[in-house]
C-alpha cells in the first residue's frame, strides 16, 4: 500500500525541528515528537521518499580528506632552513672538490626527508579509520516492510532494526528497546555497555547518559531495538569527531622549533663571518677574489655543522629502539624528545589507568562489609570481613550470595594465555570470579542447582531472575538487578541465623555509600519456590524476597600505573584524568591511584558552564574530568598548553582522537585501541600499560640529554676550526690546517665520535628532575659559554702546536698534519668529558666508557693514523708522517684540554650549588 505523501510541517513545527536538530535534543523528545520532526512513522518511509532525503541530506558516509599530492608532501620536508643549511654545504664541498663529502651530505638530507615522509602519519588515515566504524549494511523498515540496504543509503527519518552484533549504521532515537544494550566505549569510554530504553531523558544530558538513542558506530552487545534515524554522516556524533580530527592542527615538538630558531642563528652567524672575512681577505689582506673565496669556503665547511642533523636523527631513532624495548611503539620520530619535556599526562580511565576489567571490590550482608581482593577478572584473591581475612567456605550468608551469583548468570569465565577472559556481561563475569574466589565452582553449582527457567533482563524491570532447582529440594528464584528495583520486592534480609526483618532506609544508605565510592551496585535476593514448581513469572518475584546482599563492582586500577602515577609526581610531571565515565568513579579511581590527595573534579555540564578565562583556570586546577565529549577533550589539551605545558594526552577511543592529535604527544593504546586513536597518536602502547608511559618519559629525557652532548660536542669543535680559519686570516698568518682537512675532520669525526654520544645511558636523577620547560632555549647560555669556552681552547691547541712544530724546523705540511692530529685528539678527549652534563667525568666509568665511545675512538685513531701515514691520503690531503715523540705531544695536548674542561664543569657546579642553597644555610 503506498505511503501517503508527505505533509508540510507548519512554519512553528519547522523551527522547532531547526532548534531541535541544532541542539540535538532528539532524545528528550517523546517517540511520538520525534517520528512527527522528521515526517516517518512506525512503518517508515517510502522508497520515493528516501531516494528523495538521500538526494538532499547526501550518503550517510564520513567526510573524506582531500588527497594529497604525494610529491609535494615529499618535497615540503625538504623546506627547512637547516636543510637549506646543508644543501649549501654540500653545494660548497663539491665546489672545492671533495665529491664524496658532498654525496653524504645530500645523502643526509635525503635520508632526513624520507624518514619524514614515512613515519610522519596524516590525518586522512585517522578518517578512513574511522570509516570502519560505520556497518556496511543496514537494516530497516520502508513501507511497512524489512530491507537491507548499504549504510550510505541510510536518510533522516529510516526507521532501523538493532540486534546484537550489529553496529548502529547512524544516530538513532529509539522507538522500542528490548534488553537493548550498547557498547559506546569508543564515544563515551564507558566500561560497560549501556542499558538503552525508549524513556526520553534531560535535554542537558551528557552523552553517555542518552538511554533513548543509540549513535552510529556503537556495538549492540545485546537485546534488540527499533529507532528513527535522526543524524547521518557528519551530523552524527561520531561524524563531529571525524570533522575535528581534520580540523585539527597538529603541534610542531618542541625539538623542531628549537632546530629552526638553531638553523636561522647558525645561517645568520655564518653568512655575516663569510661577507666579513671574504671582506677583510680581498681589501686588507690583498687576496685575489678566488683567494679570498677559497678562505670562505673554508670557514663556511668548518662552521656549519653538517654531521649534526644526520646524527641527531640516529640518536632519535635509537631512542626508539630503546622505547620498542619497553612496549613503547614510536610513530613519528621528534616525539622522542617531546616525551623527555612532558610535563602533564591526560590520561583516559577505562583501559589505561584500569584494568578494563570489572571486579567485585565489596559485598554488603547483614553479616558486615566484606572487602574482595584481587585483579580484574582472576579468580584469585582473599575476602576481608572488617579487614579480617575470614574462611569464605565457613560463612553461610557469603555462600548463598555466591551461589545466586554463580545461578543468576549468563555469562562464562575462562582463562586462557592473554589471562582470563569473560564471554558475556563483565559485570556478571565479576560475579563468577566473586563466586570462585568464595571457593565455588560454577560447573558444579550449575549440575548441582540446573536451571529451570528465567525472566531475562530487561531495562524495564531492570532485574534478572532464574529458577533453579534439583532432585529432592524445593526450587529456588534467585533475581539479581538494580538495587533500588530489587529492594523494594524484599522483605527479608538473610542472616547468620535465618531471614532477619529487612530494614530499607538502611539499605539504601548502603546503596548511596557503594555508589559514592565510585562503585557500580547490584543487589542479589533469593525466594525458596513451591515444590515441584518448574517455571517462574514476574509475579513470583514482585514481593517477599530475602536480600542476600549488595556488591560494588568497580573497575579496578592497574598496580603498576599505582608506581607509575608515583614516579610522575617525583619527576615533577602532573597527571590529569580525563574519561567519559561517571564523575563518582572516576574520583575513586584518582583517589586509589594517587593522582591527588583530594582530586577535584568536574564533569562537562561543569565546563560548558565557565568563561574562557574560567575554564583556563580549572584546567591546570582540576584533576579529574568527568562525563566529558571530544569537545571537552580538545578544549582541555589546548588550555593545558596555553601557559607552554607540553602535553601527553592518552586514550583508545574514537572519542579521544581528535585529543591525541592535538597534543605534543599523543599516546594510543595498542591492544584495546581503535585504528582511529593509533593513527592521531606519535606513540603506540602495546602492552596498554600506563606504566609504559612513565618509561617512555624516562627515556624522552635520556635521549634529549644525549641530543644536548652530541650538540655540545659538535659545535665547540665547529667553532674552534672556524676560529682557527678566521684567527690567522686576522694576524696574517699561514693557514694551520686547509679547507680539505677541516672536510676530512668533520666527515671523519661527526659520525665516528658524535654519533657515539646517541648510546649512553641514562645519568643518575634522570627522573628526579623537573621537566624542561618547552620554551627552553637550545643554545642556552651555559651551552654558549661553553661553545666559546672549549672553542677557544681548540684554538689555543691548534696554533700551539703549529708554532711549535713550525718552531722545530719541521715542514708546513708536516705541522698541519700534527694540528689536525691535534684537533681530533682534543675532540676525543673533549668527548670523554662531555658524557657527563650533571657529573664528573673522571671516574674508573667515565674513563672506561661504553662499547660505542670505545668503538669510535677506535676507527678515529685507524683513520687517522691512514691520514697520516698512508701515501695515497698523504698525496690527497697534503699530509707528512709524525715523528712518535711528537705525538706523544698531541696526546698530551687532549690529556691538558679534558683536564682544563673537567676542572671548569666542577667550579660551575659548586658555584651552582651555592647560589641554589638559602643564605641561612650558608
Known sequence: ?????????????????????????????????????????????????????????????????????????????????????????????????????????????????????????????????????????????????????TADEVVPGDVVLLEAGDRAPADVRLIKARNLRMDEALLTGESVPADKAVAPVAPDAALGDRFSMAFSGAFVAAGQGVGVVTATGADTELGKISTLIGAVERLTTPLVRQMNRFAQQVTIAVLAASTLVFAFA?????????????????????????????????????????????????????????LGSVSVICSDKTGTLTRNEMMVSKVVAASGVYQVEGSGYAPTGAIRLDGAEIDPGADPVLQELARGALLCNDARLSQTEAGWRVDGDPM???????????????????TTWPRLDEIPFETRHRYMATLNGGEGRPPVAYVKGAPEQVLEM???????????????????????????????????????????????????????????????????????????????????????????????????????????????????QDLDGLSEDDFHREAQAATVFARTTPEHKLRLVSALQADGSVIAMTGDGVNDAPALKRADVGVAMGGKGTEAAKEASEMVLADDNFASIVAAVREGRTVYDNLTKVITWTLPTNGGEALTIMLALLLGLTMP?????????????????????????PESGVMRRPPRPAHQRLLSGRLLWRIAFVSVLMVAGAFGVFAWAVGKGLSVETARTMVVNSLVVMEIFYLFSIRYVHGASLTWQGVLGTPAVLMGVGFVVVAQLAFTYVPLLQTVFGTAPVALADGLVIIGLGVVLLLVVEAEKLIHRQLSQSMSTPAIAR
Open 428 to 446: 556478571e563475569g565479576a560475579l563468577i570470579s566473586l563466586g570462585r574466589k568464595a571457593g565455588q565452582d560454577p560447573a558444579a553449582a550449575l
Open 490 to 604: 524484599c522483605a527479608t534480609v538473610a542472616g547468620a541465623n535465618g531471614p532477619e526483618p529487612l530494614d530499607l532506609p538502611h539499605w539504601r544508605t548502603q546503596v548511596e555509600d557503594l555508589a559514592a565510592g565510585g562503585q557500580r551496585v547490584l543487589a542479589l535476593a533469593r525466594r525458596e519456590m513451591p515444590q515441584g514448581c518448574g517455571d517462574v513469572s514476574a509475579a513470583d518475584v514482585a514481593a517477599n524476597l530475602t536480600l542476600l546482599g549488595l556488591v560494588g563492582l568497580i573497575d579496578p586500577p592497574r598496580p603498576e600505573a599505582m608506581a607509575a602515577v608515583a614516579e610522575c609526581r617525583a619527576a615533577g610531571v602532573r597527571v590529569k584524568m580525563i574519561t567519559g565515565d561517571h564523575v563518582a568513579t572516576a574520583r575513586a579511581i584518582a583517589m586509589q591511584l594517587g593522582l591527588d590527595e583530594v582530586p577535584r573534579a568536574l564533569t562537562g
Open 737 to 761: 690546517v686547509t679547507p680539505v682537512q677541516i672536510l676530512w675532520i668533520n666527515m671523519i669525526t661527526a659520525v665516528a665520535l658524535g654519533l657515539t654520544l646517541a648510546f649512553e645511558p
Open 282 to 338: 680581498h681589501l686588507v689582506r690583498g687576496y685575489s677574489i678566488s683567494e679570498a673565496f677559497m678562505v670562505v669556503v673554508g670557514l663556511a665547511v668548518a662552521a656549519i655543522p653538517e654531521g649534526l642533523p644526520a646524527v641527531m636523527t640516529i640518536t632519535l631513532a635509537i631512542g626508539v629502539q630503546r622505547m620498542a624495548q619497553r612496549n613503547a611503539i614510536i610513530r613519528r620520530l621528534p616525539a622522542v624528545e617531546t
Open 1 to 149: 500500500m503506498p505511503q501517503s505523501p508527505p505533509k508540510i510541517p507548519s512554519p512553528a513545527q519547522a523551527n522547532r525541528a531547526a532548534a531541535l536538530r541544532q541542539d540535538e535534543a532528539w532524545h528528550a523528545l517523546e517517540v511520538q515528537a520525534v517520528l512527527d520532526l522528521l515526517d516517518t512513522a512506525a512503518d517508515g518511509l517510502s522508497e520515493t521518499e528516501a531516494a528523495r532525503r538521500l538526494d538532499t541530506h547526501g550518503p550517510n558516509a564520513l567526510p573524506r580528506g582531500k588527497g594529497r599530492n604525494r610529491l609535494l608532501a615529499f618535497l615540503r620536508h625538504f623546506h627547512n632552513l637547516l636543510i637549506y643549511v646543508l644543501i649549501a654545504a654540500g653545494l660548497l664541498a663539491a665546489m672545492i672538490g671533495h665529491l664524496t663529502d658532498a654525496v653524504v651530505i645530500f645523502a643526509v638530507v635525503l635520508a632526513n626527508a624520507l624518514i619524514g615522509y614515512i613515519q610522519e602519519g596524516r590525518a586522512e588515515k585517522s578518517l578512513e579509520a574511522i570509516q570502519g566504524m560505520i556497518e556496511p549494511h543496514a537494516s530497516v523498515i520502508r513501507g511497512g516492510a524489512r530491507l537491507t540496504v
